[in-house]
C-alpha cells in the first residue's frame, strides 16, 4: 500500500504561480510513475503531468510550458510548480503514483480568480 498526501494548494491571481508538493509513504520502493491530475467541477479527472523514476516526463497539451514536474526518488516526492496560471486550471489537483496498483491523494484545491 501505498499512501499520498498534497499540500500547497490555495487562490491565487490569474497570471500567478503556486508550488504543490505529494509525499508518499509506504511501500514506496515499488512505485515507478508518479504525477497529477486534476478534475474541475463538472468535468472527468484529466491528467496534468507524470514522471517515471527514471525521469521521463509527459505534461498535457493545456499545461505545456507553464507546468513543470519534478520528482526526488530519494524522499519519494513530486511537485508541480505551475506558472502563468489561468481561470481554466482551476480544479481539484490529485497527486497519483503508480506502482503494482495505482494509488491516489485526496487532492488539493486550486482556485486561480481575481
Known amino acids: 500500500q501505498v499512501q499520498l498526501v498534497e499540500s500547497g494548494g490555495g487562490l491565487v491571481q490569474p497570471g500567478g504561480s503556486l508550488r504543490l508538493s505529494c509525499a508518499a509513504s509506504g511501500s514506496t520502493g515499488s512505485i515507478n510513475v508518479m504525477g497529477w491530475y486534476r478534475q474541475a467541477p463538472g468535468k472527468e479527472r484529466e491528467l496534468v503531468a507524470i514522471?517515471?523514476?527514471?525521469?521521463?516526463?509527459i505534461y498535457a497539451d493545456s499545461v505545456k510550458g507553464r507546468f513543470t514536474i519534478s520528482r526526488d526518488n530519494a524522499k519519494n516526492t513530486v511537485d508541480l510548480q505551475m506558472n502563468s496560471l489561468k481561470p481554466d486550471d482551476t480544479a481539484a489537483y490529485y497527486c497519483?503514483?503508480?506502482?503494482?496498483?495505482?494509488?491516489w491523494g485526496k487532492g488539493t484545491l486550486v482556485t486561480v480568480s481575481s
Open positions: 514522471i517515471t523514476n527514471l525521469g521521463g516526463i
Open positions: 497519483y503514483a503508480a506502482s503494482y496498483g495505482t494509488y
